[in-house]
DNA sequence: GTGAAAGCGCTAACAT
DNA sequence: ATGTTAGCGCTTTCAC
């Protein structure tokens, strides 16, 4: 009622921020009016919104969550707890998640869990568990949930990525299976006699997946099971498996358990000489950008990654706001790409 | 001091969730002192803190950051609006700020930008605005700053990435014009007359910026400036403007604006026929985690994206917590990397 | 070493 | 259509 411009007549910019309160004063009116105006309620006269929000301009007026979370006991924020945002697929996942929390008018906190040690990750949990989050989006290796006692944060709801906890959590991935079963397969119909696996590391979930299906695909072909070489993802140990493959004259397929080592594999092809696939063919998994300039062109898996990370959304938010769902599996189908890096089965010598 | 179990004795877990003064109930204490074990103060008894913590444990307390924030009037968490997480630049420097300011205790709220049309900018923005965030980091191409008068954020620490706004904002760059001038010399110590460019798209800073030292360079060498080809980024733009200088024997160097393209270039001179670096040579910007295993590895230009995301935070929680540091522009260094891709121009025909 | 009181900015519930 | 009251969970201040 009195001089309300005092409040910031500092030197410099004062730290506190505009409250609804001030507005309130600036505007000759309740603070209960202003917040109406601030939620876009109808039952405020045109003339005193008009007022309202004339003041809110001119002092700059900008809503603390914090107030409006405390009083609502909501965030609307989901947390993302990820080891690394640095893989394609993981990269591919978070845009979708975010764009799909965007839409629902969620915000999406970031979790990174550097080195997945067994501290770490509990460290980052009760982090978490401190954050201003409604629900959580968990995108990791598999294992780490199986040979450890940890807790996941309770009473607020988690989905997990990439994950066989299915019976526990509510769980979305891609059809592993299925893709490795039809790329397996692709190569057995093109003729040849079996196909070599270059996996991903034991320890990852989607990698065992890849591996088991391909093996089981092979047997029930009857066809021979060469052993599997494993690799880290990284396109360097595809190179180093892919020379060894290179030297081997008994080698006609390669199926290797994602394209960046399918392109280290194709490098080392061409360094030894062989040509692809006149020689040997090779498929990849997951249809980067990059793969259908590959050369040659990769025939791969394609994972339909904003898929998965729409229906993580869709899950989660339907547990945060009560269209509760139980503990279950998701799965998001994957497809076979053919493109130029396969073909049929070289004649015997 | 009655039936403290009681709180939460209906069928389903309740929404409402544990405060202070329920553990302060519990362990028979008031619930300052709660607050002060919480928050790891030392005046208090051993056997008093047990106790507490104890019944943390038991009734599953969490702190609730609203309040905290409510009272502190920080959130102790960054907001970053980008464009897109898609593509490797951004997705490194993302995984670099995630890392530095969990490092330094802040969060990061995701503020994804999917249409970069005026009006999702400024509505990202204006939502931006009214995030829990003590201060915000910019990704993205920097015309959208220059050609339009949305508002940015006001009385908020704000840092900028890859833009030139650094008079009016304090920004962090990698330096783009000694990556692009390095590679273009690079090309012509080889021997080549002159150097072609595979550009960037003209609305982003960077593509300009890596022109606009190419064309320099070359001038300064006192070699022809070809026309510029401009793509998109993606390796599709690349392979068009590959097979394009494939037809031409006047080309015998390429610079393309970033790895995807070159890998486009590359795959449409293998197409053609042409040997790398036989006939052509081609240099790359980013070196990306692929880049060393395409066919033939590719000479490219290394960007030190983690170390932008470092400087980013630590340029940004310096103005957050007071160090204040004016506007202006860091620069991080960028250099070449030297693969097989590049070699002597052909002999003259 | 511990507690009581006040209030951060907001909104739900209840006036008027 | 607008105002008043109370209180969300926490921390700061001051008392003991």
Redesign the interface.
Known sequence: MTDVDAIDATDR?S???VSMADVANHAGVSSQTVSRVSNGKTNVDDATRERVLASMRTL?Y??????R??KS?R?K?IGVIMF???TFGN??T??AI??AS?AAGY??????V?HPTQGAISGAFSRL????VDGIVIIFEAHVLDDSDFALP??IPIVIIDSDAGDRYTVVDTDQALGARTATEHLLNLGHRTVWHVAGPASSFSARRRLSTWRETLTAAGADVPEPLYGDW???S??RHGLELAGRDDVTAIFAAND?MA??V??AL?ESGRSIPGDISVVGFDDT??S????P?LTTVHQDFAEVGRQCIEKLIGEIEGTHESPGTTIVPTRLVVRDSTGPAPARS
């Open positions: 910019p730290r506190r921020s700059g900008r809503p603390n969550r914090a107030a979370s405390l006991g965030f924020s690394t945002l640095s990269m591919r978070l845009d975010a764009t965007a915000t999406l906190t970031l979790m990174p550097p568990n401190e954050q201003a309770r009473g990284s396109t360097e595809g190179y960046q392109l280290g194709m490098r061409h950008d990059e259908k300039s590959f050369w062109p």
